[in-house]
């Protein structure tokens, strides 16, 4: 089974909600992970979250029906970070 990876932007004074920045599978995947890790963001495992996401187009907010999904990954991230 190919890696498949997306990245999630979200700017609470320009965004209506999270958008998805980045996406892909196999090498494309391999590198947005490389990138967040090169940058010390965090990442979370979740193969079924990100066989939605990657139905997002690039650069579009996430659908409403993700959005608890996508608050969770959010939560994650706050108490990883502390951010």
Known sequence: MKTKAAALRYDKKKDNAPKVVAKG???VAENIIKIAQLHDLPIRKDEDLIELLSNVELDKEVPDALYKAVAEVF??????TKK
Request: charged residues 35%.
């Open 25 to 27: 599978e196999g090498k």
């Open 75 to 80: 939560s994650f991230i706050y108490k990883t």
